[in-house]
């Protein structure tokens, strides 16, 4: 059986440029790949779209209490034609796999001081082998 998944999520971008006043580059390389800095420019209000983007594929991913997905793990990149494109790696592709998580399509705006993100996924569900 498939179903649809969806996470979301809302960041402040004034919260991204406090991180980056208070923490620096210490603060920029534990939150985004050096790819997403360098398709956002470190530009404060994209940055914060990527954040919100990893906070909904996490939220689609829907990892338990016990089980940390990095941010880094995630990473939300520009394509050829510059649409945002989900990657995954580590401990965030691996529990795609379990869970049969197909590409993840993710959506993101950002707009008077606040960025916003959608992910939708196809989940197939596998029976369990008897």
Known sequence: MTSIRTGCDLADVADVVAGIAAHGERYLTRVFTARERRDTDDDPERLAARFAGKEAVVKLLRP??????PLLDVAIVLDAVGAPLVE?????AALAEEQGVGPIAVSLSHERGLALATAVALVEHRRPQT
């Open 88 to 92: 995954l790696s580590g401990a965030a």
């Open 64 to 69: 338990s209490d016990t089980r940390a997905l």
